[in-house]
């Protein structure tokens, strides 16, 4: 199996998206940001799509779009009385403008279902490396801010008590995730990138009690479901997004279980 190049391009690009799923999950969950996820992979699909009309690479495409949308989620939903509606109008518009860039640029239906769900044969190395190059980025900006978006993160009116910038943080973490939406869509797809970020660290929550457990075992989750969602995806030429789904709800079931017997 891994002597095919485009499955060593695909285990590579996966186990960089389970790297990043897994540590920005984390804080997703802490934020109570699941719903922003879903919508930012909406983003990503117009965005892709806008690259293909433009004749980019679709991942420039979605970074652009994610990147964009997220600041401008940041900004107006800087208030949580309008932040639902804000994300809601915003996602409302990236799924129009999807159908229509796709529409506009006469690609076949293949082009759409590969921004969906995701390509593993679509995977090149010149892909992997900037993949590689958009998650060291993402990594590094994160180890910087840990014990700043850590303490914003898990208690929120204390960050604000203490007087720390939660917009202006708000808004970088904003932008990490929107650059993991468009690192991860390239397996996964954009329509369940949502996947990843957010049910390994959910799941994490029940068997750590640590920022730093919760993190190691959401990569754990995310690294398994990556990597047997593919191997299985090769072997049954079935959808690696169908598997990588399946395994991540079996570990969050399997969660809310193992509470249940502990309670």
Same mark, same amino acid.
């Given at each position: 199996?891994?002597?095919?190049?485009?499955? =060593?391009? &695909?285990?590579? &690009?996966?186990?960089?998206?389970?790297? +990043?799923?897994?540590?920005?999950?984390?804080?997703?969950?802490?934020?109570?940001?699941?719903?922003?996820?879903?919508?930012?992979?909406?983003?990503?699909?117009?965005?892709?799509?806008?690259?293909?009309?433009?004749?980019?690479?679709?991942?420039?495409?979605?970074?652009?779009?994610?990147?964009?949308?997220?600041?401008?989620?940041?900004?107006?939903?800087?208030? #949580?009385?309008?932040?639902?509606?804000?994300?809601? %109008?915003?996602?409302?518009? %990236? +799924?129009?403008?999807?159908?229509?860039? !796709?529409?506009?640029?006469?690609?076949?239906? #293949?082009?759409?279902?590969?921004?969906?769900?995701?390509?593993? +044969?679509?995977?090149?190395? &010149?892909?992997?490396? =900037?993949?590689?190059?958009?998650?060291?980025?993402?990594?590094? /900006?994160?180890?910087?801010?840990?014990?700043?978006?850590?303490?914003?993160?898990?208690?929120? +009116?204390?960050?604000?008590?203490?007087?720390?910038?939660?917009?202006?943080?708000? @808004?970088?973490?904003?932008? !990490?995730?929107?650059?993991?939406?468009? @690192?991860?869509?390239?397996?996964?797809?954009?329509?369940?990138?949502?996947?990843?970020?957010?049910?390994?660290?959910?799941? *994490?929550?029940?068997? *750590?009690?640590?920022?730093?457990?919760?993190? #190691? @075992? %959401?990569?754990?989750?995310?690294?398994?479901? /990556?990597?047997?969602?593919?191997?299985?995806?090769?072997?049954?030429?079935?959808?690696?997004?169908?598997?990588?789904?399946?395994?991540?709800?079996?570990?969050?079931?399997?969660?809310? @279980?193992?509470?249940?017997?502990?309670?």
């Amino acid at each position: 199996m891994l002597s095919y190049p485009f499955m =060593q391009n &695909a285990y590579m &690009a996966g186990t960089l998206i389970a790297i +990043i799923s897994g540590i920005m999950g984390v804080f997703v969950i802490a934020r109570n940001m699941s719903f922003l996820t879903h919508t930012l992979s909406e983003i990503g699909f117009a965005g892709a799509a806008f690259g293909i009309f433009m004749g980019w690479q679709p991942l420039n495409g979605m970074l652009l779009f994610t990147t964009i949308s997220s600041i401008g989620v940041g900004e107006l939903g800087a208030k #949580s009385s309008r932040r639902e509606n804000s994300i809601t %109008a915003i996602s409302a518009l %990236a +799924i129009g403008l999807g159908i229509l860039f !796709l529409s506009l640029a006469d690609s076949n239906a #293949s082009y759409a279902t590969g921004i969906l769900f995701g390509s593993v +044969i679509g995977i090149s190395r &010149a892909n992997v490396v =900037q993949m590689m190059i958009l998650s060291i980025s993402v990594l590094v /900006v994160v180890v910087v801010i840990y014990r700043y978006l850590k303490f914003d993160s898990f208690d929120p +009116i204390g960050a604000q008590v203490k007087g720390l910038w939660t917009r202006t943080l708000s @808004v970088i973490f904003l932008v !990490l995730l929107a650059f993991s939406v468009s @690192v991860a869509a390239q397996i996964v797809g954009s329509l369940l990138i949502f996947i990843l970020l957010t049910l390994p660290a959910a799941a *994490a929550k029940y068997f *750590a009690h640590t920022v730093g457990m919760m993190i #190691s @075992v %959401a990569v754990a989750f995310s690294l398994v479901g /990556v990597w047997l969602g593919l191997y299985l995806s090769y072997v049954t030429n079935w959808p690696v997004s169908f598997f990588i789904a399946v395994i991540e709800v079996l570990f969050y079931f399997s969660a809310l @279980v193992y509470q249940r017997i502990r309670a």
